[in-house]
Structures are given as C-alpha cells and as structure tokens.
C-alpha cells in the first residue's frame, strides 16, 4: 500500500494558489492508495476548503484529513464548533474522512488522527518568560502568537489539549484491537526531537505553541504505531523514537513538500 502524507498546505496564503495547484497535480500522479492532509488546510473562509479539497477530486485512492489550528481560525467565537461539526461535515461532503471524529482501516492498516495542540509543555524552562506571556499568547513588545486572537475554543490550551490527547487516545486504543500496524497523524508536534530549531528568545518562546510532550507519550504507549507524522513548525526534521518513525513534514506557506511511504 502507497501513502502519501503532507501538510500545511495553507490554500490562498500569499498568493499560493497556483503552487498548490501544481503540488496537488504531482500527489496525484503518485497513484498513491492513500491521501493524508495533517492540518492547516486553509484559514477562515471555508470556501477555500472546499476550493482545495475540490482539487484532489482525482486522486482515486482514499482520503483522510487531519485538522491544524489555522483551520480554527475565526473571527467569531466558535472554534470549537468549527473543529467538531463544520470541518468534518465539510470534508465528508468532499471525500474526505475526519480522523479526529473517527479513526479509518485500510488492509489491517489502521489510521489514526488528532490535531493536538499545546500545554506549553515544550517551552525551555532556563529561559524566565512570564508565564502569563505564554496564557495570553503574546509576549508585549516582542511577538506574539496569532492563535491568540484567531482561535477560541471556550476553554484554556490546557484544557483543548487534554481533550483532544483524551480522544486520540481512545482512538489509538479502539485501533489497536484491530489493526496490525497504525499509522498516527498529529498537526501539531509530538515529540522534541520533530521542533523546529531554535535560535533566539523569540524562538524559545515560539517554540511553546509547538505540541505537547503529553501527546508524544500517549503515541509511544501503543506499540503497533510504526509512522507518526506532523506538521505546523515548517521546518522538515525526522527521527526514530523507540521504533517509531516520527517525521515532520517541513511544508510552508510557499514550498510544499510530502512524504511517501510503503507498506
């Protein structure tokens, strides 16, 4: 089986609609058996969703789609909403399956998938940021955090993190009951090894809105998962952790990149 993973697409940002449509042309030309899409699909406006989901319309093998937190982004108030009922009626209405409704089986294959999020759990520790800088997503003066204005989910990023690591797990665990190997999306990042690198205070401080530690552990609890990919740092890194291939898979606004794998 040929599954072809990316992420990031982020449709329609600066001016990237012509690249993405040629990217979407190379993806099909892989004849692969399964499409995966790991988060920030667009922002805002659903239409460019379905301006982007239309364009895999070809693609003849199955469809998954993985929620990031641009895809939460809203003007509004309803994040939450977004993520558990507009999304998935969405991306069934165009061929995709929701893997953070529902996890998908393919030849004992079982895929499964969470947007995670953060606790901050990632933020280095020598470096003496308040955190209230980081609850509030914005570090006054220096930079700060757009999920802070875009996303709201009703609850505290502690909170949608445990609720979202509470259903990925449930998934993994119904999964693991049947399948032989499990192949587990998550946008945001899992593991420290997948971070984007870091080089100033800025960074570190960006850095905290990376993932959560917690999400990495719950993946390394159940051992039939042999691929873990993400996405959401733009920076292309991978490793192997305790048999895991863990892969991130480094696309931006602008380059677009996906990874290939046989099993």
Known sequence: MKIIVTADIHYGVGNNKRIVRNFVKKIIRTNADVLLLVGDTFAFDTQLLVECLTLF??????KLFVAGNHDLWTH???????????????????GFHSLDQKPYFKNKIGFVGSIGWYDYSFKNPE???????????????????NDGLYVHPGMSDDAFTKRVNRRLKQHLALVSKQADTIICAVHHVPFRQLLRT?????DNFLTAFSGSVETGKIIQSFPKIKYVFCGHTHQK???LINGITAI???????????????L
């Open 127 to 145: 470096k003496p940021i308040p955190q209230d800088y980081y609850v509030r997503k914005d570090w006054p003066g220096v930079v700060s955090w």
């Open 57 to 62: 319309a070809p693609f003849k093998g199955d």
């Open 198 to 202: 870091t080089h100033t205070s800025t």
């Open 76 to 94: 509004g108030s309803n994040s939450l909403e977004i993520y558990e009922k507009i999304l998935p009626r969405i991306v069934k209405q165009y």
């Open 248 to 262: 991130n898979i480094g696309s931006d606004y602008l380059q677009k990149r996906f990874n290939v794998i046989e």
């Open 237 to 239: 890194k991978k490793a």
